[in-house]
């Protein structure tokens, strides 16, 4: 054990140090030089970080003129908030004045932005821009590029042809025979034919009825000759009964084999006449006439304008369901920029734990007509925003009114199976001018009504879409009067000043049903099948003597020949059926002669 010497006389006694000031001096330094510099570039870097989430987010370019953070009052302040629009060039989807929002700071250490309140001063919507600020569009890449594409495919699918205007000859000369329905479906039927009456010639040999049949006619004269005494012959007689019962087996099965070969038959008898109505369809195709019932009219003047409301709205339904999924499920994002395989992050959320993302409540205000001298104010509310809707347990609920002006929505994504409810009614607004496709002609339809209703419940749509104004305006180019059709077009459309649009999209979401009508269609329906019903017939004429000048020659002799085998193979199993009947009833009927009185053992 080593013994410690003690301290000599007049030495001072050790210090206990509890600042290491060579430490905490640097440190005080750090800590100093990090509040002067969240003091003078944290509402920059917030900024900054606020437009980048934003336009990754939302697909467009989120711009941001000033923003600020004051974490200890618990309050961000943006000024000059402006959001492009994913779907158009130089338009704005929206822009506000001022946003306040009022935050809970202590989430915040975990990472996650629970707003209790946020007040919106100053909404406008629909503004124009000078520069485009689509960038999901253009780069088609992260959640928002991929559902921009999905939308645009979805809507492809309801687009139809334009309105054709034909003017000249008439001619159906490119038919391509080849490409005709029938002379195949002619074709298989000979061979089904064939192959039909060599299996009933073979059934018919394999009956052997000619022996059965000569046997009992010669049991039936011996039997005439016999006395009721003659046993032999009676017994005879019953053999040759029941030979024929047999053979009538034979003849029913047989029958039975028939039938079902002449109802194969018939059926493509049937066929023929449907492909020779698909091939006038595909013939009077070529001629490129136009479809003059209403509801095809109403498809091709309307259908590319109405769809894009719906295209839009399931866009952002979409985004939404993507951003704020339902039930408890885990959510990608777009992960960070890296120069190879940048990915998405999968967060899986926690029961009973606070959302990454809640808005409480908000207020807005905003601007209808904002250029004009007396832009109309609105008010709307929106609660419960927020990225796990599950967690929070309530959907988000928004409305907002106004003069002319009603608008709602609610988005339930509480349960496993979404539900996303929106309608709004504008009324007295100026509505954009459109072009007719097909047509060189330009609809304004003025100051006017639209509606919107949409219901999106797990993959089921029901949208309907609604215009109505009554002093719409119409332009056309000078080209359209050179032909016939537009010229009557022209004269149908320019004297009608009011506009009744409805459309309508229902069912399965991957594949709706899809239906548009207005009152112009049966105006001009009705106008152009008056001027042009003898152009038609001599048409549709030309279009069947065309079609059956080249398939009659392939299908005459076919349907010849099935008729005639229908005709023949029926006729023999009724031969075969009455020759057997015949014999049976009259060997009863002598044996029953014979036998009248007498009774046998």
């Known amino acids: 054990m080593t013994a410690v010497a003690p301290a000599a006389p007049g030495t001072p006694a050790p210090r206990l140090k509890i600042f290491r000031w060579r430490a905490i001096g640097p440190l005080l330094v750090l800590v100093v030089i990090g509040v002067i510099l969240w003091f003078l570039f944290a509402d920059t870097i917030a900024r900054h970080e606020t437009q980048k989430v934003g336009t990754q987010a939302l697909g467009a370019k989120v711009e941001i003129n000033d923003l600020h953070l004051d974490l200890r009052n618990g309050k961000v302040m943006i000024r000059g908030l402006t959001v492009a629009s994913p779907h158009e060039a130089f338009r704005n989807l929206l822009q506000a004045d001022e946003l306040v929002a009022d935050l809970d700071v202590v989430p915040l250490t975990e990472k996650k932005i629970i707003i209790n309140r946020l007040a919106a001063n100053g909404l406008r919507f629909g503004t124009p821009r000078t520069t485009d600020g689509r960038v999901a569009a253009k780069s088609g890449e992260g959640i928002a590029g991929r559902l921009l594409a999905e939308t645009r495919a979805w809507a492809s699918q309801f687009q139809v042809p334009a309105l054709q205007l034909v003017s000249g000859k008439i001619s159906i000369d490119s038919l391509d025979p080849r490409r005709l329905s029938t002379i195949p479906a002619a074709e298989a039927l000979g061979a ?63 029958e039975r084999g028939v039938k079902s070969g002449v109802a194969g038959l018939q059926a493509g008898l049937a066929g023929l006449d449907s492909a020779k109505r698909r091939d006038y369809a595909f013939a009077r195709s070529l001629l490129q006439l136009p479809s003059f019932d209403a509801p095809e009219i109403g498809k091709a003047l309307f259908a590319p304008g109405s769809i894009k409301p719906f295209e839009r709205v399931l866009y952002w339904t979409q985004l939404a369901r993507r951003y704020m999924p339902p039930g408890l499920l885990p959510r990608a994002t777009t992960g960070p920029q890296r120069v190879r395989r940048a990915g998405e992050d999968v967060r899986f959320p926690k029961d009973r734990a606070l959302p990454r993302f809640l808005l409480r409540t908000a207020e807005l205000s905003f601007l209808l007509h904002p250029t004009s001298a007396q832009p109309q104010r609105y008010a709307g509310k929106l609660t419960g925003l927020a990225s796990d809707p599950a967690l929070y347990g309530r959907p988000t609920v928004a409305g907002a009114t106004g003069p002319q002006f009603t608008a709602g929505a609610m988005l339930n994504h509480v349960h496993y199976i979404p539900v996303d409810t929106a309608g709004v009614t504008v009324g007295g607004i100026p509505l954009p001018a459109f072009d007719v496709p097909g047509l060189p002609l330009r609809l304004d339809p003025g100051a006017g009504t639209t509606q919107l209703a949409f219901n999106l419940n797990g993959d089921t749509i029901h949208a309907r879409f609604a215009l109505r104004s009554a002093n719409i305006r119409w332009a056309r180019d000078s080209n359209l009067t050179k032909t016939t059709i537009g010229n009557l077009i022209w004269q149908v459309v320019s004297g009608i ?100 009185g007498i009774r046998l053992p």
């Open 192 to 254: 089904r034919a064939d192959s039909s009456q060599r299996a009933w010639k073979a059934a018919f040999d394999t009956l052997r009825i000619g022996p059965t049949l000569d046997s009992a006619a010669a049991t039936l004269e011996k039997l005439r000759h016999a006395r009721a005494t003659d046993l032999a012959a009676l017994n005879e007689a019953r053999q040759a009964i029941e030979r024929l019962k047999s053979a009538e087996q034979r003849v029913t099965t047989l």
């Open 497 to 596: 000043s009011n506009l009744d649009l409805e459309a309508r999209v229902s069912g399965a979401l991957h594949n709706p049903d899809f239906a548009v009508r207005s009152n112009l269609d049966q105006a001009i329906a009705t106008r152009v099948r008056a001027v042009f019903g003898q152009q038609l017939a001599a048409a549709e004429k030309l279009v069947r003597a065309r079609v059956d000048s080249l398939v009659n020659d392939k299908v005459a002799p076919v349907r010849a020949r099935a008729t005639a085998l229908q005709t023949e193979a029926q006729a023999q199993v009724a031969q075969q059926r009455a020759r057997i009947d015949e014999l049976q009833k009259s060997l009863e009927d002598q044996l029953r002669n014979l036998t009248r």
